[in-house]
């Protein structure tokens, strides 16, 4: 079955401090795959998307994601993280005319 | 920038009771959505909207739940008789039927709570 799996549910990191987290998708064709993040109390803003062609995408707010193909993977990066970065970040790809999300990860940030 | 706006922002009813949640989309969008968050889960799809009549809809959406565009620009989703599971988060979602067709633009959401 067609999915997404973020296979982290929480994630602590320090001010200042790189980021990685991570996204796997199951789909047979090539993925139209998406980073959204949701601050507490608000909807879904998207951080950024791939399509085709280059595999390493830049977003908003500082954030890149990097597709490969090879490990069914669409993880998000940034380099350095700010207090305003806390929240939840949900990975998804787009099907079936639909959007399919994963589970969350949620983005603690400590000083 | 042009966004989604979604009203009311929360919505308490009681069991059994219909409810309207409506969403403005983008204005020369073409598809429209809505998903469900329920408290501490993942946003699921609900339903998807194209040229007046749904193209795709998920199990959750059974015959309490309908969509329509009663006057060409909002976007409406009623439950009929609401049920304790259905407080949820709603968002709407549009896109513009191009060539980014799949990025979705996301209202702020309606809290539904049912007591």
């Known amino acids: 079955a067609q999915s997404v799996t973020q296979p982290d549910i929480h994630i602590t990191v320090s001010e200042g401090a790189s980021l990685e987290l991570r996204c796997n998708y199951s789909?047979?064709?090539?993925?139209?795959l998406f980073w959204y993040v949701q601050s507490p109390g608000q909807g879904l803003q998207l951080l950024l998307k791939?399509?085709?062609?280059?595999?390493l995408v830049q977003g908003i707010k500082g954030f890149e994601a990097e597709f490969k193909r090879s490990q069914s993977s669409f993880n998000l990066r940034k380099p350095s993280v700010h207090w305003s970065d806390a929240a939840e970040y949900f990975c998804?790809?787009?099907?079936?005319?639909?959007?399919?999300f994963g589970t969350g990860t949620r983005l603690t940030i400590i000083p | 920038e042009p966004e989604v706006t979604q009203t009311p922002s929360h919505q308490v009813t009681q069991m059994g009771q219909e409810v309207i949640l409506r969403c403005v989309p983008i204005?020369?969008?073409?598809?429209f959505y809505w998903y469900r968050q329920i408290l501490g889960q993942k946003v699921e799809f609900l339903v998807s909207?194209?040229?007046?009549?749904?193209?795709?809809k998920s199990e959750i959406f059974d015959d309490q739940f309908s969509v329509e565009r009663p006057d060409g620009s909002n976007f409406t989703l009623k439950i009929r008789s609401t049920k304790l599971e259905d407080s949820a988060m709603y968002f709407c979602?549009?896109?513009?039927?191009?060539?980014?067709?799949?990025?979705?633009?996301f209202g702020p959401g309606t809290r539904l709570t049912v007591t």
């Open positions: 998804a790809y787009f099907g079936n005319e639909k959007l399919t």
């Open positions: 789909y047979g064709a090539t993925p139209y």
């Open positions: 791939y399509f085709s062609g280059d595999t």
């Open positions: 204005s020369n969008h073409l598809y």
């Open positions: 909207f194209y040229n007046n009549e749904i193209s795709e």
């Open positions: 979602a549009t896109n513009s039927g191009t060539y980014t067709a799949y990025e979705q633009y």
